[in-house]
């Protein structure tokens, strides 16, 4: 069974850092397509980028240079950093094996 | 980007009633490899957001068959044969065919 779970602060003060891991068991982070999806209060859902089985990457431009994610193989991880965070920047953000598998979430509030 | 727009935003059904939401994209979501790569997720409540339905109309595993897609180019509707109680949530379309991958507003489906 393959299990994604998101771990990190919840609460990150604006222009800080957020950072995000996503812990993968059940199935290899070398083979398929992982990723991170936001969910912003309301319904509005967000494709923040994509890591590949080889570790190349794909970022959705409306992020432009805050984005980056990297990934740990031995641990079976991967993360995701978010610079230069705003209010706008609060949501639920989501770990994706690209598109069966989902984590559970973690919501992130940027507040001062 | 893309621009999916989903209608309606909301509908409020009786239990084994049937019901369409649209989608509509701003440019066509066939991609060069002649598939077209729109997806329908919904989000029940408390819970991630789980695929339905694959390029188009080819039904994810374990999905009941009430559910069905259809479409194609730039206009896509989910029809929900029969709706049951756990039918309700959020019911996103999203696309995969163009980056950034985008997605539709969501239609809240609850009951009457």
């Known amino acids: 069974e393959v299990h994604l779970q998101e771990s990190g602060p919840g609460l990150v003060k604006p222009s800080q850092s957020l950072s995000l891991t996503c812990s993968v068991t059940g199935f290899s982070i070398t083979s398929n397509y992982w990723g991170w999806i936001r969910k912003f209060p309301g319904n509005e859902m967000e494709w923040m980028g994509s890591i590949s089985y080889s570790g190349s990457t794909s970022y959705n431009p409306s992020l432009k240079s805050r984005v980056s994610f990297t990934r740990d193989t031995s641990k079976n991880q991967f993360f995701l950093q978010l610079n230069s965070v705003t209010t706008e920047d609060t949501a639920t953000y989501y770990c994706v094996r690209f598109w069966s598998y989902w984590g559970q979430g973690v919501m992130v509030t940027v507040s001062s | 980007d893309v621009v999916m727009t989903q209608t309606p935003p909301s509908l409020s059904v009786a239990i084994g009633q049937s019901v369409s939401i649209s989608c509509k994209s701003s440019?066509?979501?066939?991609?060069?490899?002649?598939?077209?790569?729109l997806n329908w997720l919904l989000q029940s409540p408390g819970r991630s957001p789980k695929r339905l339905i694959y390029q188009v109309s080819k039904l994810d595993s374990g999905v009941p068959d009430r559910f069905s897609g259809s479409g194609s180019e730039k206009d896509f509707t989910l029809k929900i044969s029969r709706v049951e109680a756990e039918d309700l949530g959020v019911y996103y379309c999203l696309q995969g065919t163009h980056l950034p991958w985008t997605f539709g507003g969501g239609t809240k489906l609850e009951l009457k």
């Open positions: 440019q066509s979501l066939v991609a060069s490899d002649k598939n077209t790569y």
